[in-house]
């Protein structure tokens, strides 16, 4: 089945910095999102995004399906953005299912 | 709020035991996943329904099984209960079965198993 990598598995930040979240993956796909699981567990809903670019406040995220990558960028990070970061795929042969990463903990300081 | 709704939240039981985790998909979708995350596995898709019919199996183990209900309900019960089985039990949504489609999560059910 498809792969799924992210990177960096842990990033530590000050609050107002900004970050860059990645995500391979090994096979085309017909579906990708980013999500964030905060500390209470919430799997909440950052993009839809198998291919181009979105932005969304402080957010935005950019997929490159031919290369088979996505990335995730979070500006003037706030302590609230701390959590962990998912990215998910789905392929055509996936019946829609989604497969995700192992994550990347974002923890930002005060 | 995802519009996924998962009860219960909580669930302390015992092993040996059996318990049914209910989701309510978000109106209008069809297609109802179950995932199961645990902290050495991360988040695993047990199995998935579209309007009733199975349609995909993942990492499922025998002693868990699902259905979807005609009003589009679905229920995950797990039986025989391990230590191993205690996990945070997501439910997902979405509008089709097949091919491009976002999926909307709930926000779990935290089973504990003692």
């Known amino acids: 089945g498809i792969q799924v990598e992210q990177s960096p598995p842990d990033l530590i930040l000050q609050e107002g910095a900004n970050s860059t979240l990645r995500c391979n993956f090994s096979?085309?796909?017909?579906?990708l999102q980013w999500f964030h699981q905060n500390p209470w567990g919430q799997l909440i809903n950052l993009f839809y995004?198998?291919?181009g670019t979105k932005q969304n406040g402080r957010l935005s995220a950019t997929t490159v399906a031919t290369e088979r990558y996505s990335l995730l960028y979070i500006s003037s990070s706030q302590t609230t953005d701390s959590g962990v970061y998912f990215c998910?795929?789905?392929?055509?042969?996936?019946?829609?299912?989604?497969?995700f990463g192992q994550g990347t903990r974002l923890t930002i300081n005060p | 709020d995802s519009g996924v709704t998962q009860t219960p939240k909580h669930l302390i039981t015992a092993t040996g035991q059996r318990v049914t985790l209910r989701c309510s998909p978000r109106?209008?979708?069809?297609?109802v996943y179950w995932y199961q995350q645990s902290l050495d596995q991360g988040l695993q898709f047990l199995i998935q329904y579209y309007n009733g019919e199975e349609r995909a199996k993942g990492n499922i183990l025998e002693r868990f099984s699902a259905q979807q209900f005609p009003d589009l309900h679905s229920e995950l019960n797990l039986s025989s209960l391990e230590l191993g089985d205690s996990a945070l039990y997501f439910c997902?949504?979405?509008?089709?079965?097949?091919?491009?489609?976002?999926?909307?999560f709930g926000e779990g059910s935290r089973l504990t198993v003692l």
């Open positions: 998910a795929v789905g392929t055509i042969q996936g019946a829609q299912k989604l497969v």
């Open positions: 096979d085309s796909v017909n579906n």
């Open positions: 995004i198998p291919s």
């Open positions: 109106s209008g979708d069809l297609s």
């Open positions: 997902a949504s979405s509008v089709g079965g097949r091919g491009t489609g976002e999926l909307f």
